[in-house]
């Protein structure tokens, strides 16, 4: 965070020229500031400049929003160096691009405004100088469009109107074959609009269009679409961004002019080739929006090899210097390369471990830095959905594959529908033209999203590569009309079914079967490395056979939760655990146990099986009985259960008579349990595979229930480690006593969540909580991301006082939380688990976020000891 | 707790006379052998006699009831010092009771033999030299019945059965009217009776019964009556029974002979006065069981002045011995009187409350000993509900008067279907001609006792008044047959309704009008005396002006939760509230809010006028939506809720949208509120009357809560102090934080219990919660005593880290267990409270406790510091 100008720093120490600020951080130049002066230091070729510095931000909003006196004097007085440099003078000749930079990047997210300084008298310079007329008054109308749609709030389709009429009067479809006289026409008619709408003039003073302009860049800081985008990414607010002025370069002179982007290698794949896109006579932004389909880099390569060469070792510069992958802007004019921006970019997760590893084979980086790389959550992306390749498909178009993982939903064409539909929990298709920062809630209420236009750069794919949602862009064959799209001769109307893969880039009408994916050899490689730096078993939840192997494929070393109540679940089972649960005597409950207990020790004996001699923890029964009275098995069970509900109603059954509380009043269950158990292990044993289970009990609040039922279990099965879930507050802060009778602890944070805030996840989360996180109230949502504060100082007193009393206790997590990256670093590294357990689909992502917590915990440790007391 | 005896101590050093063992106490000698060794020691006539001391039974049940091979050898060796003194032969004419007697008094509660060593010979030398033949042959029947009863568990009716049988075949009403010779038949009818009911022979060598009565006794220890006893009475298992076999004296050897007990004061008013009953011609028992009406004490001073003023000599010296008031039983063998023991007598509360007063009157006692003196617990009781002394009632009979208090319940003549009905919640009047040990378990479950025999000391009567339940005993104008009873010509049928007023003697049929106590002058003198030894607040939870001017007329010091949920349920209210709950737009829900505004200004107001300047700690709304909506207030209501129903319809409603959460999300519900408080302070004040309102919100879970709602009160009431329930775990973890945003904490400890163990109260006391307290799972049920070491170790840590980050913060509770006396210590003195509240009746408990908690702590802390880790 920025230190705010609270004791009025000078005005004067926080405004630079690029090659002022080498030495200053992105915290207070911007990402963009950042790289063009790096840049500018590292000799590269970029357009002259001047950087605001975020802490003007930050103190504009501590102030209410004034805009600082001083700051525009020295800005100008800055500026006159750009113009020395130049030979250029602003008023008169020298153009600028005034853009926002927050120091985390926010693609698209705020204001820029370009060929500012433009005015009726400017314009003729620029035409006589460059000789293009109509080069000038395009450029000329796109800053009054610009500027009125960002500085005056006017609505950028009025203007876009305007341009249609031009073209219509004129019989043409593109704006290119507008004239040099359609654009003179076009800036009066700009300046006209701009009158109505405003009721004053367009500004002709450069220095007030500079200073207007420069507020409105910092009030964009805070504009709804910056605002969400920091929510969804969970970014700072205080932060702040800074503000460039840099001279303009135009891609729009000419043929022999163009902009472009382009990533060092290969975002989606991580090939280590240069990759990049360009557009003859354009600017940035027309890459960047997709309204035109641009030169791939083959085509670059092809057609322009000088400006490859010149590109590719930048790039290479690039690399060394920053030791990533870069993503870089840059624009050619009259034939001259400009490089307008590098940041670190995107990639996919596959790009991302690719990346890492072949930063590692060539020694840029250490095998820690590789691993700090790849971020834990991302590697969802990799282990999303694709269409299972044994289908029969019938693509209906195909488009550029712009991020990877297929998605399945209902088409909507509208950005808030979706947003609403998404909301209520429907899957969604987002369907558009193009995408632009407007469309981010859509987008994240998106199952997937699918352009007609743009490239692997534009919007849609920048953005949902970010999310990793999957994406499908440049779909030319689609054509997207008002809440329907045509694909030849089929229409998509909204609410119909569509499939789209990011990693082919094919689009189907209909639900396309989705299988899951492979681990890759890359991504295989990636996390045997982190494997050696982490300390912490990975295990995970699986209560099947089938999970149970699949969570062995991606490497769980144990299953730290069987839970036993879905197999209770099962239809041919129902009805002995409803007559089971009606019983009126011990006796009449034993003999349908005695019925349930071979159909639990065939699940037993196939899970062992399974497990393959791994720690195998099962959790005896947690079972709200009513919950399994809902659907009588049979009429007569139906009249029998009809009586026996009323006394078995509860107000709440979360807190009701359930887990260990039921082996405390009908023992007779977990007997029969343990004895399934013992019958399957043997049964597996005989076959000479090993059998390690572990007996949990579940939502223990009491040390003398554990006793009572592990003198019970310990019984039929003398060699099992018995522990307990730590669920409840009072297990937590009664943990010594506890430990005396548990082998292991193991943290079921959903419960203890539910019970520590009193808040019941299912009522909480379609209601308040939802405002709470967007209110800041809570920083996540707790379900999702462990709640330190409360929930991890339980854990915390937990582990401390059950280990005080027994030295040996093995503790785990086995909730949710056991699966979120940020929560599994709190739990190593303040809790100090021992193990994580989460589901078989997230173990990659356990495995990496272990190493990673471990990675930073030595990092920390060596540079100060303050990280333990941080949190 | 008695040391036991793991290292084999010498069974001799074991066994005492009861002169060689001054000096020991009640741990090793039992309460009623420390009294015979006291008397002894003090030169009080008692019978020579023997102890077996309690560690003796300690190592019996260590050892698996094994019974100590050498323990018979050394009391024979006891008992010749015995013989010698009497001058009695055991075996000839020494007999002997063989008595239990515990550590803490358990009143009947485990089996005496009396008269032991009779056989065949022996009640002839005891006929010859009593020269009483009847009284020979009495005792000999007696003892074979009691010896028949307590070893070999033959049903006592049986033998009642052979009397009756005599009886009636004499054509007699009163065992009296039997003589010698039916009595000799009764001998050879028990011994028959015994053979067949056991298959051998009455043992007719004394030294094996004594051997099989002392087992017996020790035995007795864990039978099912004295482990019901002591689980109600909350006494430790472990400490085990002494055994006292001490020579016989008989009261029933003539009209010169006789039995009673005695008080050495009055156990029901306290008044300093000798208190005794006597009944001639009879045994102990006779008295205590209250089958024949016995001599008052007014009776026995004028009709035996000689035996008055002994036991008025002996009244005195015991109380200056023990400093207490004393509870004794003597029996006058042919004019001689033999103390048999003594005890603190159990009282009343108001009796205790005299008594301690005038001890200190007396300068017997300190203040300080004077208010350990009295239960906190007991003088709930005095503050027990009476008839209403304006309502015209019928006096059906009118019995004595034997615990103060009156109770309305359904008549139940049988124990056991009184208990029954007891536990589904029924108020049930147990009516029977005379109570047992047999009967505990349905005077537990009733709220009243009548009994047709005995006197004020009679079983019914002590236990009753140890309960603090209203009893009438000796109401003998109604004759009780099977499941019946007759009061001249009224039948009396099960189920019908009965009014007891045991302060009066009153039996009403019907249920009489029952009013509140008043606090006594006594006990106002007595509190007031406690009031000074405290350092904490007493408070009290009311939420009407009634309730209020209860709570001051105790002496409550504050209000510590008024509560504005009820104030919304008020009838007329009601449509309001539901509109203002289904409103679908803040605008329409601020209209509805209006409205209740003004009600609720109104119940600030007259709370206000009520508190008289004390401070009011008002509850914002914790308002389950859902609950007020079940009864529409009109049909047009009805369909717009049924809408509205499913979108608030919550799975676990405890852990859902309430308390401080419904302030979040409608912030205008507090608003109106603090406006309603606002306006009504306003008005209050303009009387001249001071107003300290201080403003509580409900279900706090995070500090950043706190401190949103702070802010909009703070805008609306300036001065207030406003502060939170600690109701949540996650509220006790995260106090530190939450107590920058509070003035004061309040402990919820309902919530508080319920979200620590995750355990509803409503769903789990009709459950597992009563087995769990049972079987000791837990100590106490946690909504009545607070669970020191989970929810009382939250509020630790909650009280330091609030203190810690917030010096000036106030700390109190306000749930239910702010009434329970072994809470409040634990508050006062292991959290650190500055106040409890509690429900106006039990202020002046609560006062009384919190003064014990800090005289228990002085003494503590006197006596060494380990006081505040041992908990």
Same mark, same amino acid.
């Given at each position: 965070?920025?230190?705010?100008?609270?004791?009025?720093?000078?005005?004067?120490?926080?405004?630079?020229?690029?090659?002022?600020?080498?030495?200053?951080?992105?915290?207070?130049?911007?990402?963009?500031?950042?790289?063009?002066?790096?840049?500018?230091?590292?000799?590269?070729?970029?357009?002259?400049?001047?950087?605001?510095?975020?802490?003007?931000?930050?103190?504009?909003?501590?102030?209410?929003?004034?805009?600082?006196?001083?700051?525009?004097?020295?800005?100008?007085?800055?500026?006159?160096?750009?113009?020395?440099?130049?030979?250029?003078?602003?008023?008169?000749?020298?153009?600028?691009?005034?853009?926002?930079?927050?120091?985390?990047?926010?693609?698209?997210?705020?204001?820029?405004?370009?060929?500012?300084?433009?005015?009726?008298?400017?314009?003729?310079?620029?035409?006589?100088?460059?000789?293009?007329?109509?080069?000038?008054?395009?450029?000329?109308?796109?800053?009054?469009?610009?500027?009125?749609?960002?500085?005056?709030?006017?609505?950028?389709?009025?203007?876009?109107?305007?341009?249609?009429?031009?073209?219509?009067?004129?019989?043409?479809?593109?704006?290119?074959?507008?004239?040099?006289?359609?654009?003179?026409?076009?800036?009066?008619?700009?300046?006209?609009? &701009?009158?109505? +709408?405003? /009721? $004053?003039?367009?500004?002709?003073?450069?220095?007030?269009?500079? @200073?207007? !302009?420069?507020? #409105? =860049?910092?009030?964009?800081?805070?504009?709804?679409?910056?605002?969400?985008?920091?929510?969804?990414?969970?970014?700072?607010?205080?932060?702040?961004?800074?503000?460039?002025?840099?001279?303009?370069?135009?891609?729009?002179?000419?043929?022999?002019?163009?902009?472009?982007?382009?990533?060092?290698?290969?975002?989606?794949?991580?090939?280590?080739?240069?990759?990049?896109?360009?557009?003859?006579?354009?600017?940035?932004?027309?890459?960047?929006?997709?309204?035109?389909?641009?030169?791939?880099?083959?085509?670059?390569?092809?057609?322009?090899?000088?400006?490859?060469?010149?590109?590719?070792?930048?790039?290479?510069?690039?690399?060394?210097?920053?030791?990533?992958?870069?993503?870089?802007? &840059?624009?050619? +004019?009259? /034939? $001259?390369?400009?490089?307008?921006?590098?940041?670190?970019?995107? @990639?996919? !997760?596959?790009? #991302? =471990?690719?990346?890492?590893?072949?930063?590692?084979?060539?020694?840029?980086?250490?095998?820690?830095?590789?691993?700090?790389?790849?971020?834990?959550?991302?590697?969802?992306?990799?282990?999303?959905?694709?269409?299972?390749?044994?289908?029969?498909?019938?693509?209906?178009?195909?488009?550029?594959?712009?991020?990877?993982?297929?998605?399945?939903?209902?088409?909507?064409?509208?950005?808030?529908?979706?947003?609403?539909?998404?909301?209520?929990?429907?899957?969604?298709?987002?369907?558009?033209?193009?995408?632009?920062?407007?469309?981010?809630?859509?987008?994240?209420?998106?199952?997937?999203?699918?352009?007609?236009?743009?490239?692997?750069?534009?919007?849609?794919?920048?953005?949902?590569?970010?999310?990793?949602?999957?994406?499908?862009?440049?779909?030319?064959?689609?054509?997207?009309?008002?809440?329907? !799209?045509?694909?030849?001769?089929?229409?998509?109307?909204?609410?119909?079914?569509?499939?789209?893969?990011?990693?082919?880039?094919?689009?189907?009408?209909?639900?396309?079967?989705?299988?899951?994916?492979?681990?890759?050899?890359?991504?295989?490689?990636?996390?045997?490395?982190?494997?050696?730096?982490?300390?912490?078993?990975?295990?995970?939840?699986?209560?099947?056979?089938?999970?149970?192997?699949?969570?062995?494929?991606?490497?769980?070393?144990?299953?730290?939760?069987?839970?036993?109540e879905?197999?209770?679940?099962?239809?041919?089972?129902?009805?002995?655990?409803?007559?089971?649960?009606?019983?009126?005597?011990?006796?009449?409950?034993?003999?349908?146990?005695?019925?349930?207990?071979?159909?639990?020790?065939?699940?037993?004996?196939?899970?062992?099986?399974?497990?393959?001699?791994?720690?195998?923890?099962?959790?005896?029964?947690d079972l709200p009985q009513h919950e399994f009275?809902?659907?009588?098995?049979?009429?007569?069970?139906?009249?029998?259960?009809?009586?026996?509900?009323?006394?078995l109603?509860e107000?709440?059954p979360m807190?009701g008579h359930r887990g260990?509380?039921l082996?405390?009043?009908?023992?007779?269950?977990?007997?029969?349990?343990?004895?399934?158990?013992?019958?399957?292990?043997?049964?597996?044993?005989?076959?000479?595979?090993?059998?390690?289970?572990?007996?949990?009990?579940?939502?223990?609040?009491?040390?003398?229930?554990?006793?009572?039922?592990?003198?019970?279990?310990?019984?039929?099965?003398?060699?099992?480690?018995?522990?307990?879930?730590?669920?409840?507050?009072?297990?937590?802060?009664?943990?010594?006593?506890?430990?005396?009778?548990?082998?292991?602890?193991?943290?079921?944070?959903?419960?203890?969540?539910?019970?520590?805030?009193?808040?019941?996840?299912?009522?909480?989360?379609?209601?308040?909580?939802?405002?709470?996180?967007?209110?800041?109230?809570?920083?996540?949502?707790?379900?999702?991301?462990?709640?330190?504060?409360?929930?991890?100082?339980?854990?915390?007193?937990?582990?401390?006082?059950?280990?005080?009393?027994?030295?040996?206790?093995?503790?785990?997590?086995?909730?949710?939380?056991?699966?979120?990256?940020?929560?599994?670093?709190?739990?190593?590294?303040?809790?100090?688990?021992?193990?994580?357990?989460?589901?078989?689909?997230?173990?990659?992502?356990?495995?990496?976020?272990?190493?990673?917590?471990?990675?930073?915990?030595?990092?920390?440790?060596?540079?100060?000891?303050?990280?333990?007391?941080?949190?």
């Amino acid at each position: 965070m920025v230190d705010s100008l609270t004791t009025q720093t000078a005005i004067s120490d926080n405004v630079y020229l690029l090659e002022e600020a080498y030495g200053l951080g992105k915290d207070v130049l911007g990402g963009k500031g950042h790289g063009l002066v790096e840049m500018t230091h590292a000799g590269l070729p970029v357009p002259p400049g001047v950087i605001i510095s975020t802490r003007v931000c930050a103190e504009y909003y501590e102030n209410g929003k004034k805009f600082p006196e001083e700051l525009m004097p020295t800005v100008m007085s800055k500026l006159s160096v750009v113009e020395e440099k130049t030979g250029k003078k602003f008023g008169k000749s020298l153009l600028v691009s005034v853009r926002s930079g927050a120091p985390l990047s926010m693609p698209g997210m705020m204001d820029t405004i370009l060929n500012l300084g433009l005015n009726d008298e400017v314009v003729q310079f620029l035409e006589s100088s460059t000789n293009n007329e109509r080069f000038a008054y395009d450029a000329y109308r796109r800053f009054i469009q610009m500027y009125g749609k960002i500085v005056e709030r006017i609505d950028s389709k009025k203007f876009e109107g305007l341009i249609d009429k031009k073209k219509a009067a004129k019989g043409v479809e593109s704006d290119v074959e507008l004239n040099a006289l359609d654009m003179k026409d076009l800036v009066n008619e700009f300046k006209q609009l &701009f009158k109505e +709408e405003t /009721g $004053k003039e367009f500004p002709s003073d450069p220095k007030e269009q500079l @200073r207007r !302009a420069v507020e #409105a =860049v910092l009030q964009s800081w805070n504009g709804k679409r910056a605002v969400e985008y920091r929510r969804f990414y969970k970014i700072d607010d205080s932060m702040g961004t800074a503000v460039g002025i840099i001279t303009m370069v135009f891609g729009n002179t000419g043929d022999n002019s163009g902009s472009g982007v382009g990533f060092t290698r290969n975002p989606s794949t991580g090939e280590k080739k240069l990759f990049a896109e360009f557009l003859i006579n354009a600017q940035g932004e027309d890459v960047v929006s997709g309204a035109r389909t641009p030169y791939s880099i083959e085509e670059i390569e092809e057609r322009m090899p000088d400006l490859y060469a010149q590109l590719s070792r930048i790039g290479g510069l690039l690399e060394r210097h920053y030791k990533d992958m870069q993503d870089f802007e &840059f624009t050619v +004019e009259n /034939g $001259k390369l400009w490089m307008l921006q590098t940041r670190t970019g995107k @990639r996919t !997760a596959q790009a #991302a =471990v690719k990346i890492a590893l072949d930063f590692v084979s060539d020694r840029m980086i250490t095998e820690e830095e590789a691993i700090m790389r790849v971020e834990p959550a991302q590697l969802d992306q990799v282990l999303h959905k694709h269409i299972d390749p044994e289908a029969h498909i019938d693509v209906l178009v195909r488009g550029i594959a712009a991020s990877p993982g297929a998605a399945v939903g209902k088409a909507v064409f509208d950005t808030n529908k979706a947003a609403e539909l998404g909301k209520l929990g429907e899957s969604v298709i987002l369907v558009r033209r193009e995408t632009a920062p407007e469309d981010i809630h859509g987008m994240i209420a998106s199952q997937g999203v699918l352009t007609q236009r743009g490239g692997k750069t534009c919007h849609a794919a920048v953005v949902a590569r970010g999310m990793g949602k999957p994406a499908v862009v440049g779909a030319e064959s689609l054509v997207i009309l008002e809440n329907r !799209a045509q694909a030849g001769d089929v229409m998509i109307s909204e609410g119909d079914i569509l499939t789209i893969d990011g990693a082919t880039g094919d689009v189907i009408l209909g639900a396309a079967p989705l299988v899951d994916a492979q681990i890759s050899a890359d991504l295989d490689r990636f996390l045997t490395l982190a494997d050696r730096f982490r300390k912490t078993g990975v295990w995970a939840n699986a209560d099947t056979p089938q999970m149970v192997a699949k969570a062995i494929e991606f490497k769980a070393e144990g299953f730290g939760l069987v839970r036993t109540e879905r197999m209770f679940n099962a239809k041919i089972r129902l009805p002995y655990v409803q007559r089971m649960i009606i019983s009126s005597s011990t006796e009449e409950r034993k003999k349908w146990l005695e019925k349930l207990k071979e159909f639990q020790k065939r699940d037993f004996y196939d899970i062992f099986l399974a497990a393959k001699g791994r720690p195998v923890v099962i959790r005896l029964l947690d079972l709200p009985q009513h919950e399994f009275l809902h659907a009588p098995a049979s009429p007569e069970l139906g009249d029998l259960i009809a009586k026996k509900l009323p006394s078995l109603k509860e107000d709440n059954p979360m807190l009701g008579h359930r887990g260990i509380r039921l082996g405390m009043t009908y023992p007779e269950i977990y007997e029969m349990q343990a004895q399934a158990i013992a019958e399957a292990k043997v049964a597996v044993e005989a076959k000479g595979i090993e059998v390690q289970a572990e007996i949990m009990l579940p939502l223990t609040s009491e040390a003398k229930e554990l006793s009572r039922l592990r003198e019970l279990i310990k019984r039929i099965l003398p060699d099992s480690p018995v522990g307990t879930m730590i669920e409840t507050p009072r297990a937590a802060v009664t943990a010594g006593e506890i430990a005396k009778y548990s082998d292991f602890f193991s943290f079921g944070t959903n419960d203890l969540t539910q019970m520590t805030f009193g808040m019941s996840r299912d009522d909480a989360e379609g209601k308040f909580l939802v405002k709470y996180v967007e209110e800041k109230i809570l920083p996540n949502n707790p379900f999702e991301v462990v709640d330190k504060q409360g929930v991890g100082r339980l854990m915390k007193i937990a582990t401390e006082d059950g280990r005080l009393q027994n030295p040996k206790l093995e503790v785990g997590v086995c909730g949710e939380t056991g699966g979120d990256p940020e929560s599994i670093e709190f739990f190593i590294n303040e809790v100090g688990v021992n193990y994580t357990s989460c589901s078989p689909y997230r173990v990659p992502i356990a495995r990496l976020a272990s190493a990673q917590a471990l990675i930073k915990r030595k990092a920390t440790d060596g540079e100060s000891k303050k990280y333990a007391a941080s949190v």
